[in-house]
């Protein structure tokens, strides 16, 4: 299984990114998927999560971001997305994303219920 992340850039304060996560051999609809993010010298920490489709497929935000930044996913493409907007310089920082199986809704922002993750993608937000 691998997940790839893609989508990162160098952008402007207020701009927006859409971050894409792909999967081999694993079908996101069955899976929680995450996105978390880590700064330099920070702990790695949560920013979204959609639940997979039998569980409801419901979006969850941290207070942090919601209202700026939105998953969601493309079940036909296999795909899931995080649509960052009105960047701040704070949420410069790689993005991972993660998907992990048989999660509950209590488990969904803590990273090490996420068996699979992606490598990263790096977003950089100037003022």
């Known amino acids: 299984v691998q997940l790839q992340a893609s989508g990162g850039g160098l952008v402007q304060a207020g701009d927006s990114l859409r971050l894409s996560c792909a999967a081999s051999?694993?079908?996101?609809?069955?899976?929680?998927v995450g996105w978390f993010r880590q700064a330099p010298g920070k702990e790695r920490e949560f920013v979204a999560a959609?639940?997979?489709?039998?569980?409801?497929?419901?979006?969850y935000y941290p207070d942090s971001v919601k209202g700026r930044f939105t998953i969601s996913r493309d079940n036909a493409k296999n795909m899931v997305y995080l649509q960052l907007n009105a960047l701040k310089p704070e949420d410069t920082a790689v993005y991972y994303c993660?998907?992990?199986?048989?999660?509950?809704?209590?488990?969904?922002?803590?990273?090490?219920?996420?068996?699979?993750w992606g490598q990263g993608t790096q977003v950089t937000v100037s003022s």
């Open positions: 959609i639940r997979s489709r039998s569980s409801g497929g419901n979006p």
């Open positions: 051999e694993l079908t996101f609809s069955s899976y929680t």
């Open positions: 993660a998907a992990g199986r048989n999660m509950i809704l209590s488990s969904v922002s803590y990273q090490n219920r996420y068996q699979h």
